[in-house]
């Protein structure tokens, strides 16, 4: 073979191998992306989970009740117009027309007190679509006489475990279960025994607070002709409330926003069975305040005293 020959013999072999290399560089270079692309998507990924984490809990009013009803500004709008009913609007629903139809019953006992103050207990559960009406009204009454914080919206459940119906499933309502409140005149104690989330492996509601066996012995002594029914609502030993005080019909179809906006309106089938409850609620308390403050307790409060 000539020197010619082998000069071109060279020359295409070292072509062959730069253009084999330049090729292995980009290949190397697409491998890179791809790898630096994943990682991004990986990091993007991470971040929205944490972020949907994140919108979950904070919808969750007791952190292990379902997530549901308003919160931020909503929540605080609703939270205002429910605690702070015109009196005029109290005054005028009176006891509410025929709307409520299990007002409080006499019992008695030794004074039930808490703090050196007279107490009112309640015992319900986020399930129960009792609970849910009666709250509203517990809530309106009790702000009459102080102040309630920590306030979180949520619904009663819609089936339990075993995927059977509630009645009046997904009632708008409240939970006390992180609430405090505030009172010169009272001990508000409110046990929230169940949240809204069937446990799979019983079929039943998760558990969330448990009543003290003081607590339990009172509604076995009060509470046995209801086989234990809730809401369960104690006066200090001197009236009780077992169950919903009016229809959850009331209610149906209803927002949190709707329910808040007509207990302003006496003439509304809402105020009428919701502010008449509360009035009930609002006379039973003012019976152990000894009708203390008096804008609470009102002429048409103590009319209401008188009957029950």
């Given at each position: 073979?000539?020197?010619?020959?082998r000069?071109?013999?060279?020359?295409?072999?070292?072509?062959?191998?730069?253009a084999?290399?330049?090729?292995?560089?980009?290949a190397?270079?697409?491998?890179?992306?791809?790898?630096?692309?994943?990682?991004?998507?990986?990091?993007?990924?991470?971040?929205l989970?944490?972020?949907?984490?994140?919108i979950?809990?904070?919808?969750?009013?007791?952190?292990?009740?379902?997530?549901?009803?308003?919160?931020?500004?909503?929540?605080?709008?609703?939270?205002?117009?429910?605690?702070s009913?015109?009196?005029?609007?109290?005054?005028a629903?009176?006891?509410?027309?025929?709307?409520?139809?299990?007002?409080?019953?006499?019992?008695?006992?030794?004074p039930?007190?808490?703090?050196?103050?007279?107490?009112?207990?309640?015992?319900?559960?986020?399930?129960c679509?009792?609970?849910?009406?009666?709250?509203?009204?517990?809530i309106?009454?009790?702000?009459r006489?102080g102040?309630?914080s920590g306030?979180?919206?949520m619904?009663?459940?819609?089936?339990?475990?075993?995927?059977?119906?509630e009645?009046?499933?997904?009632?708008?309502?409240?939970?006390?279960?992180?609430?405090?409140?505030?009172?010169?005149?009272?001990?508000?104690?409110?046990?929230?025994?169940?949240?809204?989330?069937?446990?799979?492996?019983?079929?039943?509601?998760?558990?969330?607070?448990?009543?003290?066996?003081?607590?339990?012995?009172?509604?076995?002594?009060?509470?046995?002709?209801?086989?234990?029914?809730?809401?369960?609502?104690?006066?200090?030993?001197?009236?009780?409330?077992?169950?919903?005080?009016?229809s959850?019909?009331v209610?149906?179809?209803?927002?949190?926003s709707?329910?808040?906006?007509?207990l302003?309106?006496?003439?509304s089938?809402v105020?009428?069975?919701?502010?008449?409850?509360?009035?009930?609620?609002?006379?039973?308390?003012?019976?152990?305040?000894?009708n203390?403050?008096?804008?609470?307790?009102?002429?048409?409060?103590?009319s209401?005293?008188?009957?029950?």
């Open positions: 073979m000539g020197k010619a020959s000069t071109k013999s060279d020359v295409s072999r070292r072509e062959r191998i730069a084999q290399r330049a090729a292995e560089r980009r190397e270079r697409r491998r890179r992306i791809l790898i630096a692309s994943g990682s991004v998507l990986v990091v993007v990924a991470v971040v989970a944490l972020v949907l984490v994140k979950t809990s904070s919808n969750s009013p007791s952190g292990t009740s379902a997530p549901n009803g308003p919160t931020g500004a909503a929540l605080a709008a609703v939270t205002a117009k429910v605690t009913v015109p009196a005029s609007t109290l005054a629903v009176g006891s509410g027309g025929g709307a409520v139809t299990n007002p409080p019953k006499s019992i008695s006992g030794p039930l007190t808490s703090g050196g103050k007279p107490e009112m207990l309640y015992i319900g559960a986020e399930y679509p009792y609970c849910a009406a009666e709250r509203w009204a517990m309106v009454a009790l702000s006489f102040t309630f306030l979180a919206a619904h009663s459940a819609a089936a339990d475990g075993a995927g059977n119906a009645p009046f499933p997904n009632t708008p309502t409240f939970t006390f279960a992180h609430a405090s409140y505030s009172s010169t005149y009272l001990t508000f104690t409110p046990v929230e025994q169940y949240t809204n989330i069937p446990d799979k492996s019983t079929g039943f509601y998760t558990t969330l607070m448990t009543p003290t066996k003081a607590q339990q012995a009172l509604i076995d002594k009060y509470d046995a002709a209801n086989s234990g029914a809730i809401p369960f609502i104690d006066f200090g030993n001197k009236y009780m409330i077992a169950g919903a005080s009016y959850n019909s209610l149906s179809g209803l927002s949190w709707q329910i808040a906006s007509d302003s309106n006496p003439g089938p105020a009428k069975a919701i502010d008449g409850t509360a009035n009930y609620i609002t006379a039973a308390i003012c019976s152990m305040t000894g203390q403050p008096a804008s609470a307790c009102t002429a048409t409060v103590r209401l005293e008188g009957q029950l």
